[in-house]
């Protein structure tokens, strides 16, 4: 599905900033549903992105785009391809476009970030740090423009004089973007500072391009008709929201706000159709609470450990389970054609206890493993130790893997990409079919956790995953910017 080149329009539009950890696929179909016109993923770093691989989703109807250790970065639809817009971090113009050309089939439009101020952007000349190299933002945007078929855009902040803000915006222009948006804040600026709407205007008034201002949810952006009066104060051709909406994405809606249970249940089921991992799925989830975490629902969603308990918060536990159960069809369906298309030779497999399930290490404390829960039941009940026979199909390299317990088999119909993932994954199958804990954050399983280290002769499950964040730090400071390390979620700003 290819768009006609510059066929995104950036005029009197409503656009949902691009927001670190907040504009994922979900709230970004959220936005549309509530009127949004335009929306902007979080910033990709170009180092991450030029990692990754492309991969169609069956199962979800979507596309991705896989880093080296299967972590989706970046995960889109047909609902919103023409209307999302991808946003990259980059200090490099080869690899700006390198990244907008791996991508540019699958949205409208490619926007460089040029003015995120926090650490873990500008030390690498990247977001805020380019306003100071106006040449550097020239290579970079006369790369893209003349690389690719999408609309280019930039977002900036204002500099501290308006003599070299509008120099600057004046020579970016030339570039030949197609629009720019403007956070009417400097650099070292932040939401308690008053935005400048005389800075934008004096922009827009310069400019022959459309011009987004930005920056007003703090001081102007309660409710609907704020975002037109925002946009008047500004003379701007577009208005981007960034923390009104992370708030309550009904802001978009001009019949007015809806109820913030009734949003939060909404983005909840996108969430969950789309295999959203549960600590972003909290992590914007407490944005919206705000004051309320610490109502009823917002300790139970502090104390939610997976998104089934999420959904349980709110009342959608038997919708999580309905949709679960049809992710794991489709994928059992997809890995039956999978085999049968790829000629594997037939073999007697009755009596093979089979499910769709696969191991992902981000669902289990560090030290723990299915395979040792699995390991550990066995020993309690005097069975022999678990017998892992494991296969790799030339084709694809992919391996699949049968335990055998107690002279019983499983297995995943899933392939995974190493033996050890394939053995971690079979090992979920014989647990869950015996109805015993596997060792997923959050189940009771006190005899493992006590153990420091794993069995000499149990495989761990492989490199770790890059440590998560505890979600309940996430919940207890959802407003506090985070350590210079870290993604802030405040962007948009």
């Not at 800075?199 to 609907?224: C, E, F, M």
């Not at 390991?375 to 309690?380: D, F, M, N, S």
Request: net charge neutral; with cysteine.
């Amino acid at each position: 599905m290819i768009l006609n080149s510059l066929s995104l329009c950036y005029h009197n539009k409503l656009i949902l900033a691009p927001m670190v950890r907040v504009g994922t696929l979900p709230m970004r179909l959220l936005a549309l549903d509530y009127g949004a016109d335009i929306v902007y993923c979080e910033e990709l770093i170009d180092l991450k992105m030029i990692q990754c691989k492309r991969v169609v989703n069956e199962v979800l109807s979507t596309v991705d785009f896989v880093a080296p250790d299967d972590r989706v970065v970046f995960r889109t639809c047909e609902r919103e391809q023409n209307r999302v817009v991808f946003q990259m971090g980059t200090s490099d113009a080869e690899r700006a476009l390198a990244v907008a050309r791996l991508v540019e089939n699958d949205v409208a439009g490619i926007d460089v970030n040029m003015g995120c101020p926090k650490e873990y952007s500008t030390k690498g000349g990247m977001g805020a740090a380019l306003l100071s190299d106006p040449d550097k933002i020239e290579k970079i945007l006369s790369t893209l423009v003349k690389g690719i078929r999408r609309p280019v855009t930039c977002k900036i902040r204002i500099l501290p004089s308006l003599e070299d803000t509008l120099s600057l915006v004046k020579r970016i222009e030339r570039t030949g973007i197609a629009a720019i948006a403007v956070h009417g804040r400097k650099r070292e600026e932040r939401p308690q500072h008053p935005v400048s709407c005389e800075v934008i205007k004096a922009i827009a008034d310069t400019l022959s391009i459309p011009v987004i201002a930005n920056g007003g949810s703090h001081d102007h952006i309660q409710r609907y008709s704020d975002i037109e009066d925002f946009r008047q104060a500004t003379a701007a051709s577009s208005v981007m929201v960034a923390r009104a909406a992370m708030w309550n994405p009904s802001i978009f809606l001009k019949e007015g706000l809806r109820p913030l249970e009734e949003v939060m249940q909404k983005y909840i089921r996108y969430a969950v159709q789309y295999d959203n991992h549960y600590t972003n799925t909290k992590y914007c989830l407490c944005q919206m609470l705000r004051e309320q975490l610490e109502s009823p629902q917002g300790r139970l969603l502090h104390a939610a450990q997976s998104s089934r308990e999420i959904c349980e918060a709110f009342g959608l536990g038997a919708f999580y389970e309905e949709t679960t159960q049809e992710l794991d069809a489709q994928r059992a369906k997809l890995s039956a054609r999978t085999s049968e298309e790829t000629g594997e030779p037939a073999e007697d497999t009755s009596g093979v206890i089979k499910m769709a399930v696969k191991f992902d290490r981000r669902a289990y404390p560090a030290q723990i493993t299915p395979k040792m829960c699995l390991l550990e039941w066995c020993r309690r009940e005097k069975l022999a130790q678990p017998v892992y026979e494991t296969v790799q199909r030339p084709l694809d390299r992919l391996f699949s893997s049968i335990v055998t317990v107690a002279e019983q088999k499983y297995q995943s119909t899933l392939w995974d990409k190493s033996k050890k993932l394939a053995e971690q994954a079979a090992a979920i199958v014989c647990l869950r079919s015996q109805g015993l804990p596997e060792g997923r954050l959050g189940e009771e399983s006190p005899s493992l956790h006590k153990r420091k280290r794993e069995a000499p002769d149990q495989d761990p499950g492989g490199p770790r995953a890059q440590e998560l964040a505890q979600p309940g730090e996430l919940c207890k400071k959802p407003f506090v910017a985070l350590g210079s390390g870290e993604e802030s979620p405040l962007e948009g700003w």
